[in-house]
């Protein structure tokens, strides 16, 4: 495990907006010097500036520039919840590697905005999008009172909500006639809503 180069990292953040009811998004720019960091947002109190609060927060991630955006709910005249003690604290994002404190900055407050800044509306960066496995293998086992079932074979998926399946199926019940018995295989159409 690596020791975190604080003095690689900087973190600033920009005033926070109102984004949708009830959230107020703010965003900044990082580098956390190579390292995989983690971001929390915390209230202090100025008479007790030991004592944090975290606050529950939504970051959202784009490493190959740097950015990032911070969810709070409530307005940005209004982001510090009831139950913290002080009426006027200060709110910061804190930038951790290795639950390691290495950066961070204050979130400027009641601050008047005529409007909001095209980049605090930008959504965060994209996933990669990953090809889905069309054709996979499965197997499940089912029990009852008359005996088990075992199935295994193979499962084509159309899209996200329909599949084919083809499994051959082998049963521990004793065959009804002495000629016949209960394994084969079965085939099923598979519809998700």
């Not at 082998?170 to 018995?181: E, F, I, L, S």
Request: charged residues 15%; glycine residues 6%.
């Amino acid at each position: 495990m690596g020791i975190p180069r604080a003095d690689a990292a900087s973190l600033n953040v920009e005033a926070p907006v109102p984004v949708a009811e009830g959230w107020t998004r703010a965003v900044g720019h990082y580098d956390s010097g190579g390292d995989e960091p983690t971001f929390q947002a915390v209230a202090r109190c100025p008479a007790n500036p030991g004592e944090a609060h975290v606050l529950y927060s939504i970051v959202h991630l784009a490493p190959a520039a740097g950015v990032l955006w911070l969810d709070l709910p409530g307005s940005p005249q209004r982001l510090v919840p009831d139950d913290v003690p002080c009426e006027t604290a200060e709110l910061t994002l804190e930038m951790l590697v290795a639950t390691r404190v290495v950066a961070t900055a204050v979130l400027p407050q009641h601050e008047a905005m005529a409007h909001v800044p095209p980049a605090a509306l930008e959504p965060p960066a994209p996933q990669a999008p990953t090809a889905p496995n069309r054709l996979r293998l499965n197997g499940q086992k089912y029990a009852s009172p008359v005996g088990r079932r075992t199935e295994a074979g193979v499962a084509l998926s159309l899209d996200s909500h329909v599949s084919i399946q083809l499994n051959y199926a082998r049963t521990a019940q004793v065959p009804m006639m002495p000629y016949a018995n209960d394994n084969g295989i079965l085939a099923r159409l598979r519809f998700g809503f």
